[in-house]
């Protein structure tokens, strides 16, 4: 153990505690110990602290008891000449400074300066448990290993942000915090105009080193929800850590005291501190099994020029944390990965789109015979990009064939749907919509680095051999950006679009023996099982029961396994006994009944991932549905986040039910109690964006003008409120058969 760093960390400690008490005497004085603490949107507290001891701490007057614990974990400043044998102590310092580091942001919460402002700029500050939640699958699965938490600032703008997109294309999410000598990568990534966001995977946390302890936060909250792990049982949230999520922290710049305190903490989870300075190395010996702190000095690194070392910087850091990246390499000039896939390509920066408004452009993948497709073989049939002026509209066809001996028609659509997924992938390149309304945008800057159309056949063809490759032999693609060719193509396509329509239509559960199930949220909801039908969609939104069939062709060892129907028991909740045995042995045996068409008699299990929550509204005889991008107050009392908090842990809650939000116009939508008519309440930004859809349905149904009676948050966050204006409007739910 390097003395210096033991010093150092301890001495950094003990300030950051000094500071904590000084800001917590003076806020109780100020403000009260009733005054309200808490982080943007998340239900786990103050997370580190409710993590290592299960306290919950809601006011200022919670925090001096949490704060006396960090006190007594602090060891006194060792002497320079002090030898520490040990880690331990600089450990117990760096939970110190954690706990304090929390305290203090949790202050400037209930002062109500977080998230900070910042140059003009409202930083994001901690992470809110939906974005957690949803990016709880892409965690579990490995295309995002973990995090890298980037303290101080790089050498110049263009090593930040290469630093960023090596990491970004590696799938890893990027925290940013803290300053060295008074800049911020935060700055140096604003000022080269990289797009920061959840989109992007980069969050900016605070512009000191305080606010690194948000990652540590998040840490702990994926302990807790995806490893299952109870608060206060600190010794499980570490290990999940140390194993399963790959973080390490990358300081740019010099390192203080502060900044090595910080890194103490960090330590505890497991994570490595990784310096492009000169500072001592602690790496394995005897009592540690992996390096904690690696010292890289930036300009010793190899490398012809600052980008090389940034990229071998990069890749340094993510053998020294042992990551293994599960992500294609595609042979194209600019970086990819998921981070990538949320991009938006803005005019000022567009180089030419392909469709849209005004614009033709359509995608087709269909099965050929082995010895019709060339594998890898890629034309193009008409102008490049090099022949198309700035700011053209172009129209496209994307067309590709597949072979192979497990392929079948039925796939067609699953695997064309990747497209999105797959192009959006590559840098500077944004593609929207599917079918016939696709529409793709190149930014200047990739085309600059030599993007080209044949490029995204390379996307294509690496991807589909990836990821389908046990269904897919051979691939070929063909980019038709010919005006006329893609005229004539059109209508074919079209053709087969509405034929898939009709199949997709005439697909119902009466007509298949087997149902699917997905088991993929069990890693964090060990009891939570999904139960897929052809008219039922998995309640995350994302796998209907054709993904899971051609999941299951392509990995029958995965998650998604047939469920044979078996003897019917009730045809009008939808019970069947061959779905009972499979949830009962799939469900840890917690649960031993699942009706498909019913929310109130044996419901499905819940997960976290639900694109929508339906929870019973008694007075109003009919349920409210609220969906996951609402944050606002719903009629039954609780936000989104809250109630799942309630019922996202695999639980089974008559009354209450995690939904995609396509289950809402299957013919089979809780047809057991009355379908949408039990709807009252629904989430105003669903209403909008699915209107048309949504009110086809309410025709089906024969009640046209349902949609008009339904409240949203706009017009009631209450059932006081709600009530009245069902019954003005003349609600059906209210003279229906009473659900209790
Ligand atoms: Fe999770 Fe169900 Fe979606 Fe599968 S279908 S990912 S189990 S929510
Ligand atoms: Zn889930």
Redesign the pocket.
């Known amino acids: 153990m390097s003395r210096f760093i033991a010093t150092s960390a301890i001495r950094g400690a003990h300030s950051v505690i000094a500071d904590a008490e000084a800001t917590l005497k003076d806020a109780l004085q100020k403000m009260g110990p009733e005054t309200p603490v808490a982080f943007t949107s998340t239900s786990y507290f103050l997370p580190v602290i409710f993590g290592f001891t299960g306290q919950k701490i809601t006011k200022l007057g919670d925090m001096p008891a949490a704060l006396q614990h960090a006190r007594s974990l602090l060891p006194p400043v060792p002497r320079d000449n002090l030898w520490l044998p040990y880690l331990g102590e600089t450990l117990d310092a760096g939970v110190a400074t954690l706990f304090a580091e929390e305290i203090i942001e949790g202050i400037r919460f209930a002062k109500g300066q977080q998230p900070e402002q910042y140059n003009g700029h409202k930083l994001n500050g901690p992470i809110d448990d939906v974005q957690m939640r949803s990016w709880g ?1 892409q965690m579990v699965d490995g295309r995002m290993p973990g995090f890298a938490a980037i303290v101080g600032a790089a050498k110049s703008n263009e090593v930040a942000v290469e630093i960023v997109r090596q990491l970004q294309s590696r799938g890893q999410l990027v925290f940013l915090c803290s300053q060295s000598n008074g800049r911020s990568i935060i700055d140096q990534l604003r000022e080269s105009g990289v797009d920061l966001g959840y989109d992007t995977f980069t969050v900016t946390f605070g512009t000191d080193t305080y606010s690194a302890v948000y990652a540590l936060g998040y840490a702990t909250r994926a302990a807790l929800s995806f490893g299952n792990v109870a608060a206060g049982d600190i010794r499980k949230i570490l290990l999940y850590n140390k194993f399963r999520c790959f973080a390490f922290v990358l300081a740019l710049g010099q390192v203080d005291d502060i900044k090595y305190a910080t890194a103490a903490g960090a330590i505890n989870y497991g994570f490595p501190v990784i310096a492009d300075t000169v500072i001592p190395n602690i790496l394995p010996s005897g009592v540690t099994r992996y390096a904690h702190v690696v010292s890289l000095p930036f300009d010793d690194l190899p490398g012809k020029d600052d980008l090389e070392k940034a990229q071998r910087l990069v890749q340094r850091c993510v053998e020294i944390r042992g990551i293994k990246i599960k992500i294609a390499q595609v042979p194209i000039p600019v970086a990819y990965g998921p981070a990538f896939e949320g991009e938006v390509v803005r005019r000022e920066n567009l180089r030419i789109e392909y469709g849209g408004k005004g614009s033709m452009c359509f995608e087709l993948l269909t099965t050929k015979s082995l010895d019709e497709v060339e594998d890898g073989k890629i034309t193009v049939v008409g102008p490049e990009i090099d022949a198309v002026p700035d700011g053209a509209k172009v129209p496209l066809a994307i067309v590709i064939e597949v072979a192979g001996r497990k392929m079948q028609t039925d796939f067609e659509p699953v695997l064309e749907r990747q497209i999105h997924h797959f192009v959006n992938g590559a840098e500077g390149i944004q593609h929207i919509g599917q079918r016939d309304i696709a529409w793709l945008r190149f930014s200047k800057s990739a085309v600059n680095k030599g993007f080209k159309l044949k490029h995204l056949g390379d996307i294509l063809h690496a991807n589909y051999h990836n990821h389908f490759g046990a269904i897919v032999d051979k691939v070929q693609i063909t980019l038709y950006s010919d005006p006329e060719k893609v005229k004539q193509l059109m209508g074919k396509a079209r053709a087969i679009y509405s034929e898939r329509n009709i199949r997709t239509a005439g697909l119902t559960d009466e007509a298949v023996d087997t149902f699917y199930s ?4 069990q890693s964090f909801a060990p009891t ?1 099982i ?1 139960v ?1 039908n052809p008219e039922r969609v ?3 939104g ?2 209907n029961w054709l993904d899971c069939r051609a999941s299951y062709e392509i990995n029958p060892t995965g ?1 998604n396994k047939p469920v044979a129907k078996g003897k019917v028991i009730d045809a009008a909740k939808g019970e069947w006994e061959g779905v009972n045995k499979f949830v009962y042995e799939n469900t840890q045996m917690k649960t031993d009944r699942f009706t498909l068409y019913s929310i109130m008699d044996q419901p499905m299990t819940t ?1 976290g ?2 694109e929508c929550v339906m929870v019973l509204l008694p007075e109003c005889n009919g349920f409210m549905l609220v969906s996951r991008d609402d944050y606002g107050m719903t009629p039954c009392g609780m936000t989104f986040t809250t109630l799942m908090g309630t019922v996202g842990g695999g639980l089974q809650t008559p009354g209450m039910m995690g939904v995609g939000k396509y289950y809402l116009l299957s013919k089979k939508f809780i047809s057991s109690e009355g379908g949408i008519r039990r709807v009252v309440w629904l989430s105003k930004n669903l209403k909008e964006s699915m209107e048309e859809e949504l009110k086809a349905v309410c025709e089906r149904e024969g009640v046209p003008d349902l949609l008009d009676k339904i409240g949203d948050g706009s017009v009631a966050t209450t059932v006081e409120d709600l009530l009245p204006l069902l019954e003005k409007k003349g609600h059906p739910a209210l003279t229906m058969a009473p659900l209790i």
Do not use: E
């Not at 997905?518 to 949220?521: A, E, R, Y």
């Open positions: 699958i997905c088991s993929l949220c939570h999904c897929i998995g309640l995350c994302a796998y998650p997960c991932c639900c």
